[in-house]
């Protein structure tokens, strides 16, 4: 996935906006305004590197001249210890935007770290580890991003790209048939239809009716394996996805069972955030 660069510009705005309100006080009662300083990343764990240059943006909106000199690339393991990036400038904008810079890409990396996790785990079988829609508001495509640097697939990005029928929409629609018709009926040949599930005869109806991808929903391993082989007994190329009560300790039986996908909400919704520091020298 990569970065809008307009929409995140106009995101750092807001944020430092938010931040700063009318300024930084602390910074401008402390420090002489002129005053140069250098501020270094600095990996306090075992990560995955993610947002170093989104951190970037958030200096250079606060001054343009801002020097930052990386020695790593998104996506690079880092050990604990390591120097991740130095910035040099006025010793206000490293003060003021210290803390949007740190938030973002302790984040970040924190999504990417577990990503990579996951996507570790499951190494050498057919699945492939994709996000979900449940991630931070306004935080969305970053997060996204996140997860593709860590190694992940990124699932639909918003309700207007794709088409995913779950049970609300069937228990209006009136049933999973009618409700894969409607959609066969409203969108374009280009969009593929996908339908959760939650039991054999959903499944078999999905298939049916002409789905495209079926989401095995909070299915055991065991359950999955045998859905797995009704669902390529009646249709070869349906796409299969696990969903639901996923995690690092099971994720591996659910590879082995046979789906495509495994989407896992956790790698965004409740990553943790990495530790990383930002000291600053004078001078």
């Known amino acids: 996935m990569w970065l809008d660069e307009s929409e995140l510009f106009q995101h750092i705005a807001d944020w430092l906006k938010e931040d700063l309100g009318r300024g930084d006080l602390t910074t401008q009662a402390t420090v002489p305004r002129n005053a140069k300083g250098t501020g270094r990343f600095l990996a306090k764990e075992n990560l995955i590197l ?17 020097e930052i000199e990386t020695y790593f690339a998104d996506g690079d393991e880092i050990e604990s210890g390591k120097v991740i990036a130095r910035t040099s400038g006025f010793a206000e904008v490293l003060l003021s935007g210290e803390r949007l810079a740190l938030n973002l890409i302790q984040r970040l990396s924190g999504i990417a770290t577990l990503t990579r996790q996951y ?14 829609r449940k991630t931070v508001p306004g935080l969305r495509m970053l997060e996204k991003y996140a997860v593709s640097i860590g190694g992940g697939r990124n699932h639909r990005f918003g309700l207007d790209d794709g088409v995913l029928i779950k049970d609300n929409h069937i228990s209006i ?17 280009l969009h593929k239809i996908e339908v959760e599930i939650a039991n054999e005869e959903m499944l078999r109806e999905a298939i049916t009716a002409g789905a495209d991808i079926v989401m095995l929903d909070n299915q055991t391993p065991e359950e999955t394996v045998r859905l797995v082989e009704i669902a ?42 990495v530790d990383i520091s930002f000291k600053i020298q004078l001078g």
């Open 50 to 66: 993610c947002g170093i240059e989104v951190a970037e943006v958030v200096f250079n909106a606060l001054d343009a001249e801002q």
């Open 232 to 273: 390529r007994t009646l249709s070869p190329t349906v796409i299969l996805e696990s969903s639901g009560g996923i995690h690092l300790s099971n994720v591996r039986e659910y590879a082995e069972t046979g789906v495509d996908l495994i989407s896992v909400g956790a790698i965004t919704h409740s990553a943790k955030a």
């Open 119 to 132: 996507v570790n785990a499951i190494e050498g079988t057919k699945a492939t580890i994709v996000d979900t």
């Open 173 to 189: 629609a009136g049933g999973v048939s009618r409700a894969v018709e409607n959609a066969k009926e409203s969108v374009g040949h």
